[in-house]
């Protein structure tokens, strides 16, 4: 009776000791808008979001933890405090809620003209990498999906040929338009 009681007592310390000293990672996020400052000296940026959202982000640091942030979305983007291009319309990767989030990195979609299209899915079409959507004023809109879109869900970023939807979810799509074809850079699921 001693030898079990005293192995219950050891295990239950044993798991309070390692659940003391487990990290939480933090999921990584996205979101697009133009940058209207960069700050170096407070390790800040500001983006004009398209969402609406605060656009205050304080940069990553190390002391910040563990961050889970997708292996192929991370390697095309650059580290919040090395990107240097203020006016850019870019994907911003953060973690975090409130005012102040912080920044993980960035991904400058270039300085063509972007889209923010919000509606219903219609199709997802994984093999010929289509996504259509209704807009609000009962229009199909189609998108096609890059290797560099990118998806943002409730576990975090991921490579956008990855995401999962179903019809009748609700998207918001920033995209650009070439040779007559919309590829979308971001697709962030929207709840109403």
Do not use: W
């Given at each position: 009776?001693?030898?079990?009681l005293?192995?219950?007592?050891?295990?239950?310390m044993?798991?309070?000791?390692?659940?003391?000293?487990?990290?939480?990672?933090?999921?990584v996020?996205a979101?697009?808008?133009?940058?209207?400052?960069?700050?170096?000296?407070?390790e800040?940026?500001?983006?004009?979001?398209?969402?609406?959202?605060?656009?205050?982000?304080?940069w990553?640091?190390?002391?910040?933890?563990?961050?889970?942030?997708?292996?192929?979305?991370?390697?095309?983007?650059?580290a919040?405090?090395?990107?240097?291009?203020?006016?850019a319309?870019?994907?911003?990767?953060?973690?975090?809620?409130?005012?102040?989030?912080?920044?993980?990195?960035?991904?400058?979609?270039?300085?063509?003209?972007?889209?923010?299209?919000?509606?219903?899915?219609?199709?997802?079409?994984?093999?010929?990498?289509?996504?259509?959507?209704?807009?609000?004023?009962?229009?199909?809109?189609?998108?096609?999906?890059?290797?560099?879109?990118?998806?943002?869900?409730?576990?975090?970023?991921?490579?956008?040929?990855?995401?999962?939807?179903?019809?009748?979810?609700?998207?918001?799509?920033?995209?650009?338009?070439?040779?007559?074809?919309?590829?979308?850079w971001?697709?962030?699921p929207?709840?109403?």
């Open positions: 009776m001693m030898k079990a005293f192995r219950v007592c050891f295990v239950a044993l798991i309070s000791i390692v659940s003391t000293f487990a990290i939480a990672q933090e999921r996020h979101l697009s808008g133009t940058v209207t400052s960069i700050n170096p000296k407070i800040m940026i500001e983006v004009d979001t398209d969402d609406g959202s605060s656009g205050h982000f304080q990553l640091k190390k002391s910040d933890g563990a961050i889970d942030f997708d292996k192929t979305v991370s390697a095309d983007s650059i919040v405090d090395k990107f240097t291009t203020k006016g319309h870019v994907i911003v990767f953060f973690f975090g809620e409130g005012n102040v989030r912080t920044a993980v990195a960035v991904h400058d979609l270039g300085n063509g003209s972007l889209k923010k299209s919000t509606g219903t899915l219609v199709k997802l079409n994984r093999h010929d990498h289509l996504l259509t959507i209704k807009n609000s004023a009962g229009a199909e809109e189609s998108f096609r999906l890059d290797p560099r879109t990118v998806a943002d869900t409730s576990t975090g970023v991921m490579e956008g040929y990855k995401i999962d939807l179903g019809k009748g979810d609700m998207v918001r799509v920033t995209s650009s338009q070439a040779n007559g074809t919309a590829t979308a971001l697709i962030v929207r709840f109403e």
